[in-house]
């Protein structure tokens, strides 16, 4: 029989939501399951927050303490779904308690603390996880597999793009997500390391960067309560405002330890531009062009195609390309972004399954934090930037 993993899930938030929908689907998307995630235990900062996520989310039990749950002789693996700040405290314990981590990006607030996180996690042997979860677009994967393959030949440039609008209106809330002591930093960590991952997983690391990383609102309201406030429609214009003290955008030139070239550019203040991920990767035989809002779709160019086809075109994703054994049976039926959290789970049980690691892992999320640390100070000195290694 498949084996059953208890997980204890730590937060139970909008993060919280999307990974209880994947623990309970993925067995129904790849089955036989290299193994069953239980849901055995939600964590939030109150009882009461506690209690209402676990009846959401169909998990047997809350608490408000999770010192004491990672500890638990019961629980396999440990899910950190909370603010920033606590990823490295809640990780650490769990590694000593020799428990399996997945925990949601940033790994950390910076590159320091992400190092004492990848140095619990190899120390306790256990399999560790970042949810970055756009690299399992099944799109972004295919983009992998033809640049593998030499269909583009040699790299020559990547173009990686993070646009949204849900932090452009100043009297929106002052969600933990511009609080630096909470977060780390603003748009560089909370979407532009996707954009450094994708460009991690499609081209290689990023060796030197130069960056721009204005902060045009610096107050806001001060929210009520402590849940964040994503998104949030609410406005107060007439009440207490507190301080910005990080990036609301980065706009930054990337260079390759491969010799590519490139560029990043991230903002949560992109008035029409709702969840707008992109990538234009240009090599010596080829292009590739991927857009997150139309996720089902991976635009091609083949130097190799006859002159009379030259130029774009369009790949569905379906059941021929990776992860399609798993999701729907006819090409372009419709990937979400719930199907990218479903991949996510299971490349997770699949590798405590088997024991090996996955990626992106807490050494890949290090990586990242280091390359958002240069993006840091390169915004402070307007200078180019080596990446630390």
Known sequence: M????????IGGGFMGKAHAMAYASMPMFFWPAPAIPHRKVVVDVTDELAED?????????ASSDWRAVVTRGDIDVVDICTPNNVHA???????????????????????????????????????HMVA?????????ALARKYIEEGRIGKILNFRGTYLQDWSADPDGPLSWRFQKKIAGSGAIGDIGTHVVDLAHYLVGPIAAVTAMTPTYVTSRPVQAGGQDKLGASEKNTGGERATVDVDDEVVSLLKFENGAIGSLEATRNGYGRNN???????????????????????RVMFNSDPADARGFRTVYSGPAHPYGEGLWPIPALGIGYSETKIVECYDLFKAI???VQPSPNFAD???????????IESGETQQWVKVKT
């Open 2 to 9: 498949t084996k059953t993993l208890n997980v204890a899930m």
């Open 89 to 127: 405290e809640i990780a650490i314990a769990a590694a000593k308690a020799g428990k399996h981590i997945i925990c949601e990006k940033p790994l950390a607030r910076g590159g320091e603390e992400a190092r004492e996180m990848l140095d619990a996690v190899e120390k306790a042997g256990v399999i």
């Open 276 to 298: 707008f991920i992109t990538f234009e990767i240009h090599g010596t035989e080829g292009s590739i062009l991927f857009n997150y809002e139309r996720r089902d779709e991976l």
């Open 53 to 61: 996520a676990r009846q959401r989310f169909g998990f047997d039990e």
């Open 365 to 375: 999320g290090y990586l990242t934090e280091l390359v958002a640390d240069a993006l």
């Open 353 to 355: 399954a088997t024991g």
């Open 132 to 140: 970055f979860n756009y690299r399992r677009t099944p799109a972004v």
